[in-house]
C-alpha cells in the first residue's frame, strides 16, 4: 500500500459526459502527479501540482483540468469524453518540489471506460 | 528527455539472479537513472536510483557503467512476485521538467516457479 489513494476504482461513462477523478496524496507529500495509461500510448504525465499550485504540464488535452486543494488532495476533470479517453489514470504524489531524487509513489489507479 | 532502451521482454526462474539491462547513449551528466515497476493491476512503483556510484537497496542493485551509457538492475533472487514491468527512466536534474517521470515501453519480465 503506497499511501495514496485514488477514487473511484473503475467509472464507466458515456461519450460527451464530464467525470472528476479524486486523489488523495500521502499524508505530507505536497506534490501529485497525474498519470494516464493507454495500451496505445503508455505510461504518459499528465500534470503536476504543488501545494496548490500547477508546476509542471505534460500531454494533457483542453478537454482536461485538474486542481489541488488546500487539504492537498487533487481532482483531475475529464470533459466531453470520447472513446479514447478510455485509460487508467494515476495519481502519484511525493514529498517536495519533485527534486531529481524525489520518489514518487503511485496509487492504485481508476480504470475509465467510455462507451 | 535523454531515451533509454530496454529489451521487451526476458524470463527467469524462481530465486535465480536477473539482470536487467537499460541503455542510454544520450545521457547527459545531470540524467539520474531511476528503475520503477509496475506489478500486473497496480501503479508503478520506485525500485531504485542512481548517479554514478552502483547502489543498492533492500529491494534491488543499481550497477551503471562507467561511462554512464548503461546500467543493470539486479534482482539477486527473483520470486514470482517480481514479475513485472520494468522502467528504467532518466531524470534530468538540471532541467525545469524534472518533476515528470518520462515512462518508455519499459521490459516485461516473466518469472517462472
Known amino acids: 500500500d503506497s499511501g495514496v489513494t485514488q477514487t473511484p476504482k473503475h467509472l464507466i461513462t458515456a461519450t460527451g459526459q464530464r467525470v472528476t477523478l479524486r486523489c488523495s496524496p500521502r499524508s505530507g507529500d505536497l506534490s501529485v502527479y497525474w498519470y494516464q495509461q493507454s495500451l496505445d500510448q503508455g505510461l504518459q504525465f499528465l500534470i503536476q501540482?504543488?501545494?496548490?499550485?500547477?508546476?509542471a504540464k505534460g500531454n494533457i488535452l483542453e478537454r482536461f483540468s485538474a486542481q489541488q486543494f488546500p487539504d492537498l488532495h487533487s481532482e483531475l476533470n475529464l470533459s466531453s469524453l470520447e472513446l479514447g479517453d478510455s485509460a487508467l489514470y494515476f495519481c502519484a504524489s511525493s514529498a517536495g518540489l519533485a527534486g531529481v531524487t524525489d520518489t514518487q509513489y503511485f496509487g492504485p489507479g481508476t480504470r475509465l471506460t467510455v462507451l | 528527455d535523454a531515451k533509454t532502451t530496454q529489451p521487451n521482454s526476458m524470463e527467469s526462474n524462481e530465486e535465480e539472479p536477473v539482470h536487467l539491462p537499460c541503455n542510454h547513449s544520450?545521457?547527459?551528466?545531470?540524467?539520474?537513472i531511476h528503475w520503477y515497476r509496475q506489478l500486473p493491476s497496480q501503479g508503478p512503483e520506485y525500485v531504485i536510483h542512481?548517479?554514478?556510484s552502483n547502489v543498492n537497496n533492500r529491494m534491488a542493485s543499481l550497477a551503471i557503467a562507467e561511462d554512464r551509457k548503461s546500467s543493470t538492475l539486479i534482482l539477486h533472487r527473483a520470486t514470482l512476485r517480481d514479475a513485472a514491468v520494468y522502467y528504467c527512466?532518466?531524470?534530468?536534474?538540471?532541467?525545469?521538467?524534472?518533476?515528470?517521470?518520462?515512462f518508455g515501453q519499459g521490459t516485461i519480465l516473466t518469472v517462472h516457479p
Open positions: 527512466i532518466l531524470r534530468d536534474a538540471g532541467g525545469t521538467s524534472y518533476g515528470k517521470l518520462t
Open positions: 544520450t545521457i547527459s551528466g545531470t540524467d539520474y
Open positions: 501540482y504543488y501545494n496548490g499550485e500547477e508546476r
Open positions: 542512481g548517479l554514478t
